[in-house]
């Protein structure tokens, strides 16, 4: 046959290229389904929404920690939010 070498490789290297460019086409699909399947799946790597009363408690902890309010504030308000 015209064009080919004896051991079946096309001359000019055509051969290794198409193998290349099928193994990044293969991986291309690999990459597209693993994304589709973690979107579709709903389990996604994002940490939950914290509870309205941990925001709170945050928010206070850290205006006790600026000193904007004293230990005794501190208290009552923790109280208040605990409950």
């Known amino acids: 046959m015209m064009g080919y070498y004896g051991n079946g490789m096309m001359l000019g290297g055509f051969g290794i290229v198409m193998t290349v460019l099928f193994a990044l086409l293969i991986a291309l699909v690999v990459v597209l389904v693993v994304t589709a399947v973690r ?4 389990h996604e790597h994002v940490a939950p929404p914290q509870p309205p009363a941990d925001r709170s408690l945050e928010e ?3 205006r006790f920690a600026k000193g904007e309010i ?8 923790r109280k208040t939010l605990l409950q």
Do not use: A, I
């Not at 004293?70 to 308000?77: A, D, I, L, P, Q």
């Open 60 to 62: 206070l902890r850290m």
């Open 70 to 77: 004293t230990k005794e504030e501190y208290e009552e308000m």
């Open 39 to 42: 979107k579709t799946s709903g």
